[in-house]
Nanobody, 125 residues
Framework: VQLQASGGGLVQAGDSLRLSCVAS????????IGWFRQAPGKEREFVAG????????TKVDSLKDRFTISRDITKNTVYLQMTTLKPEDTAVYYC???????????????????WGQGTQVTVSS
């Protein structure tokens, strides 16, 4: 499956953005999809994940009140809704997919076989 992430941009603190991750080549059925982000000089970190079959989500405690992951089966798309954005949310955001991942691995970047190209999110203060 090929992934295309989009929806990033330059926003002000307190604004919202919705990122999209579209699959091409096949559906997301049977996949776990994760959103990660990477700020300059920092390691890639897990933001949220969703199991396509059933829609079970995994969230990071520090972000769960502001970031929501969801899916639209009809559009073969996974979304990351981000609210009350802060300057520290500035990063390149990536979506990733895996057909082999288990629950305990969902937050580990190396567990994913497919990655999108990333979309830049910049939050100004």
């Amino acid at each position: 499956v090929q992934l295309q992430a989009s929806g990033g941009g330059l926003v002000q603190a307190g604004d919202s953005l919705r990122l999209s991750c579209v699959a091409s080549g096949r559906t997301f059925r049977g996949y776990n999809i994760g959103w990660f982000r990477q700020a300059p000089g920092k390691e890639r970190e897990f933001v949220a994940g969703i199991k396509w079959n059933g829609g079970t989500t995994t969230k990071v405690d520090s972000l769960k009140d502001r970031f929501t992951i969801s899916r639209d089966i009809t559009k073969n798309t996974v979304y990351l809704q981000m609210t009350t954005l802060k300057p520290e949310d500035t990063a390149v955001y990536y979506c990733a997919a895996s057909s082999r991942i288990i629950s305990s691995q969902i937050g580990i970047p190396s567990s994913y076989e497919q990655w999108g190209q990333g979309t830049q999110v910049t939050v100004s203060s």
